[in-house]
């Protein structure tokens, strides 16, 4: 059933994807706040332990995972070069004009690279494991209490299932319309970069005169399928918080309590820091 | 309510609608009257720009006619009411032509309970309702799948489906066979004629095929706006030179029964169904 709606969902059936899409938003929100407090080796140790093991539950191969990375890989490479030899942290080693390297800037750019990596491998872990139409489901589930300040939640949440569902329509339509100009002799994939840009713009006016016309339709359909007919619109899918949820909070609960207490507790930074320094030296 | 009668599901009363106010002229229906009874199988026929469109908008108050009266089961579409829009949507349940823009949903069971939960059904019966609504169009066991893969004849199904769900008395089809191949044509016929037939529900299918009347109880003709014929598909099959008037072309069959009608042989002209062809050519001699 691989779709491109589905995104890079990947269907296990473990108990993770049964978790309630609700429950896992919010771990993930969590889990991105979180890590900016996170300032020692025990925290991202700990967080790449949770990650691991929530994979390994979830079913989900490894290698899968470590795609997601790929797309930030150029991102923390130069971000930790940066930091090596610019953050003049600590006594240097090594100096030379105004690059110098540290125990100290080694060790800061190692925990930059794992926090954006951590901060990367969360939220495609909740992507593997839950449906876009689950998390559209949840976020509308959590934007609830908008509906008190008069906020829209529910056509919100109808825009947000309609675009997903346009996603794979519209791209059918792209290629289709891709080919018909390439049939006329359009040439896409040659010249330069503007030449490319400017060829771009014949497929974006029909797809967008396309959208239109379609839009016409669907606000017929809507109408004409009772939309906004009751206050009390009902639910066909109902999202139940269940005990798998409960593991899951009280998981990352212990990597709170662990982040928290672990910094607090141990000088696991100096004990590295000690053995970086006697190897380096 | 008395059920010996048949009862009147839509009834149109000399109704005209014109889109751009100030032009007296373009009328796209022009004084239509016309009665829907319940169970009926009505093909709407007519060419492009004929006023189908339109006058089916009109039968479920996606639009409201500038003169005369449209009256549903007894509501007047003119009704401002909430209530009584919504209940007229409900009970004359629209499918249009292109089965990608009237779907809201990525999944198809989430599709088919849109209408329900906006009705606000409880949640038992819309689980019910959207199972029973999948199966009268043989879609059930591609509840969990993405609309992206089904073929045409299989969307236009499934959005007859999500129609359905809202347990309409009547079921309006704006050309929705027009995008489909001959495959998916006959299966959504043959889910139309089912559902007319084992459920009661009184079906007005616009198309432009005349082939889609042979089985349907009557036939209304649209021309400019107006209604130029309305009766048994078979008389208007006859009538070769209303038909070709009206822009309209006669399935392969009926023109050969014109034909050797014309050379003079005993054969009904109205005959549409081959085999009943064969039968009369067999009897000639
Ligand atoms: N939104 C609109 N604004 C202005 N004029 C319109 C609009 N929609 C339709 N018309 C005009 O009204 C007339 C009837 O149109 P309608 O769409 O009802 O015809 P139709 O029989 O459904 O045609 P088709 O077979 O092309 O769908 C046509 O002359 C058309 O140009
Ligand atoms: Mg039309």
Redesign the pocket.
Known sequence: MKDVVFGQYYPTGSGVHHMDARAKVVLALAYIVLIFFVDSFVGYFAYALFVLSVTLVAKVPLRTLLRSVKGVAVLVLFISIINVFFSGLGEPLWQWWILSVSVDSLLHAAKMALRILLLVLGPALLTYTTTPMELTDAIESLMTPLKWVRFPVRDVAVIMSIALRMIPTLMEETDRIMLAQKARGASLDTGNIFKRVKALVPILIPLFVGAFRRAEELALALDARCYNASPKRTRYRILRFGWRDLVGLLAFGSLVAVVVLGAVRYDFDGMIYDLVASWVH | MCYNMPMQAISMQNVSYR??VDDAD?L??DRVSLSIEEGEFVVLL??????????AKMMNGLLVPQEGQVVVYGDATSDETDEVIFRIRATVGMVFQNPDNQMVASIIEDDVAFGPENLGIAHDEMVERVRWALESVGMYEYRSHTPTKLSGGQKQRVAIASVLAMRPKVLVL??STAMLDPVGRAEVMRVLHRLNREAGITVVL?T?HMDECTEASRAVV?NR?RVAYDGKPHDLFADEALVASCGLELPPVAKIATLLGDMGLKVDKGTSDLDALYEQICRLK
Not at chain 2, 46 to 55: D, P, Q
């Open positions: 889109y751009a373009l796209a229906v007519g060419t492009n720009g004929s006023g189908k469109s339109t006058l704006d050309e616009i432009h649209l706006g």
